[in-house]
Nanobody, 122 residues
Framework: QVQLVESGGGLVQAGDSLRLSCAASGRTFSNDAMGWARQAPGKEREFLAAQGWTDDSAYYAKSVKGRFTISRDYAKNTVYLQMNSLKPEDTAVYYC???????????????WGQGTQVTVSS
């Protein structure tokens, strides 16, 4: 059974940083895409970032490009999201996602974690 388990969420102030982690089990994703999406209250799920099987294959949503950085530890089957300069509008449940190929829409991912809450206060 494939599981994606996120960690690292929490309550921070505007301008702070957080690092999310996601560990996959049940299947290796070293040759596949892993990434992140989020869902704010009352809004649709939003693609944030994803990275394929090479270090130079990262893609970002315009809303987070320049502030968020995705990285992977292929040996550990883990993906990270470094979030800097956080804003109150970044408040959401953050999900780890995975699938064979990078997609710039949440609908492109078959595997989802349970989510971790990130709350940014002003």
């Amino acid at each position: 059974q494939v599981q994606l388990v996120e960690s690292g969420g929490g309550l921070v102030q505007a301008g702070d940083s957080l690092r999310l982690s996601c560990a996959a089990s049940g299947r290796t994703f070293s040759n596949d895409a892993m990434g992140w999406a989020r869902q704010a209250p009352g809004k649709e799920r939003e693609f944030l970032a994803a990275q394929g099987w090479t270090d130079d294959s990262a893609y970002y949503a315009k809303s987070v490009k320049g502030r968020f950085t995705i990285s992977r530890d292929y040996a550990k089957n883990t993906v990270y999201l470094q979030m800097n300069s956080l804003k109150p509008e970044d408040t959401a449940v953050y999900y780890c996602v995975a699938d064979r190929l990078v997609a710039r829409t949440p609908k492109g991912y078959a595997y989802w974690g349970q989510g971790t809450q990130v709350t940014v206060s002003s």
